[in-house]
């Protein structure tokens, strides 16, 4: 059976993978050899050099472009790796729109890296489309979608932003780390490029770093092999086959963080001491309809406001225990942080304050523990917090 006649919930542990020829292994082996045997020069079996090329590493590309129904992938050792090869593809001049509520490893890049490279960023409220096409110019070649966003979890209407791009002939990228394949497809919806930190849900169990580049352009997929190939910044062989075993749960794993989470966000707008609550799911949320619209489900994600500014945030972040403090996100295990003193921290104070990113801001990432003991956990917490 071909790929494109399974669905997503067969993909994420058939697709690209079969069992091994010589040994029967149903799973792909780890192949950690650097170089490869040749028959004479120049003449091999599609492998000469692992920087250029793994088998355990092809396999994971072909696995996540399926699932992202893309032409070709490109697995990277980190997310900020694959960010900046696909940035590395424009030239001094070229201007991105990017919209304004992103990782702060994104920001840092496009601001500290690229900007003083003659690549220029304008950060754009992209739920705007208006804003949207009041930041075009004639040397823009690149928006940046994140959706749902980070830390503030915005929805885009990609289908709307990806036609207004492409009317002038501008590529549409999309960071859908958050949400997976198998909530949303932005291919489908019109992108250009899709990225993923596969350190995130797509990993799931917080042993992995790695990036990935998914793509059904030929050209750009022909600039970005030359580069992964010249730069380096490559998945190793061990870490693609820990995150083809991860990918192989992805779905149950996806439903799991999903269910939880939405009734974990209804309970917390009902909790003394809660400002706002943010999640797609809830109808309190901005783009809701937007979210309803694009996406499956809503995602195992949860931003809240406290009240009592930093004291308050550093009590319930001391207090959870089910609920590791740390930074990252979508493994099986909770996770919660502090978006203005960890991952967005390289935003600016002033940037960080106009978006929305107060110090009595959390975030929460949904693990699969027991649902009654994550409740239970983060009312502990909040007690701590009015208690600050």
């Known amino acids: 059976m071909h790929d494109s006649d399974l669905n997503l919930e067969s993909l994420v542990i058939h697709a690209g993978q079969e069992p091994d020829p010589r040994t029967g292994a149903v799973m792909p082996p780890i192949v950690l050899a650097s170089t490869f045997a040749q028959k004479s020069p120049g003449q091999h079996t599609g492998f000469e050099y692992a920087r250029t090329d793994n088998p355990t590493r092809r396999t994971l590309e072909h696995c996540a472009a399926a699932l992202e129904g893309a032409e070709h992938g490109l697995a990277f050792s980190s997310g900020c790796a694959a960010m900046t090869t696909l940035l590395m593809t424009l030239s001094p001049g070229d201007h991105v729109i990017a919209c304004d509520d992103v990782y702060g490893g994104t920001h840092r890049i496009l601001e500290k890296v ?40 915005k929805v885009i209407d990609i289908a709307a932003v990806a036609e207004r791009a492409k009317a002038r002939g501008v590529r549409v990228g999309v960071d859908n780390t958050f949400a997976t394949p198998m909530l949303q497809r932005p291919l489908s919806l019109g992108a250009d490029v899709v990225l993923h930190s596969t350190t995130k849900y797509l990993n799931g169990h917080s042993d992995v770093v790695g990036g990935m580049i998914l793509t059904s352009d030929d050209e750009l997929n022909e600039q970005l092999r030359f580069l992964q190939n010249s730069v380096g910044a490559v998945q190793s062989a061990f870490d693609s086959f820990m995150v083809l075993r991860g990918l192989k749960t992805l779905a149950v794993r996806m439903e799991r963080h999903c269910k939880s989470a939405i009734e974990l966000a209804g309970w917390l707008e009902s909790q003394p001491g809660v400002k706002r609550v943010i999640h797609p799911g809830l109808e309190s949320h901005g783009q809701h309809a937007v979210a309803a619209k694009q996406m499956k489900a809503f995602g195992g994600m949860i931003s809240v406001e406290i009240e009592g500014g930093l004291p308050a945030s550093r009590a319930f972040l001391e207090t959870t225990r089910l609920f590791t403090l740390a930074e990252s996100l979508g493994g099986v295990e909770s996770l919660i942080e502090h978006p ?49």
């Open 114 to 153: 690229m900007r003083p490279k003659g690549v220029e960023t304008s950060w754009v409220d992209l739920t705007d489309l208006d804003a949207l096409e009041a930041a075009f110019t004639d040397a823009t070649k690149l928006v940046w979608i994140e959706s749902p966003t980070n830390p503030l979890l």
């Open 340 to 388: 203005a003193l960890m991952t967005h921290g390289a935003v600016p104070a002033d940037k960080r304050a106009a978006l929305g990113i107060s110090d009595g801001l959390i975030r929460l990432s949904v693990g699969l523990e027991s649902l009654e003991d994550l409740r239970a956990d983060l009312g502990r917490a909040l007690e701590a917090a009015r208690g600050a």
